[in-house]
Nanobody
Framework: QVQLLESGGGLAQAGGSLRLSCAAS????????MGWFRQAPGKEREFVAA????????SYADSVKGRFTISRDNAEDRAYLQMNSLKPEDTAVYSC???????????????????WGQGTQVTVSS
């Protein structure tokens, strides 16, 4: 079984930066595509970014493109989300996810992922 644990959330001012980390334990996830999703109060969970097994291919939501960067360290079984130029609308609970069976065409869909972390709160003040 795979366990995912996020860290690095917190409070930031608009225009600031935070770096989220997702640590995996259990089965080795270096062969799994991984994604980051977020959910704000009263809103649906939304896709933020995804990264392929090798890290060579990434996908971003239009709302974060150019500001956020997803990366991974397969030797450490970790994934990261570097968030720059933060905006108040980025406030949400951010969760990492791993997909043991994937079709890259569907990486933006939460249903594509079968392992999820508990999430970490990110709050951006104006």
């Amino acid at each position: 079984q795979v366990q995912l644990l996020e860290s690095g959330g917190g409070l930031a001012q608009a225009g600031g930066s935070l770096r989220l980390s997702c640590a995996a334990s259990g089965r080795i996830v270096s062969s799994f595509p991984m994604g980051w999703f977020r959910q704000a109060p009263g809103k649906e969970r939304e896709f933020v970014a995804a990264i392929s097994r090798s890290g060579g291919t990434t996908s971003y939501a239009d709302s974060v493109k150019g500001r956020f960067t997803i990366s991974r360290d397969n030797a450490e079984d970790r994934a990261y989300l570097q968030m720059n130029s933060l905006k108040p609308e980025d406030t949400a609970v951010y969760s990492c996810a791993a997909a043991s069976q994937t079709n890259w065409a569907f990486v933006r869909r939460p249903s594509n992922y079968n392992y999820w972390g508990q999430g970490t709160q990110v709050t951006v003040s104006s």
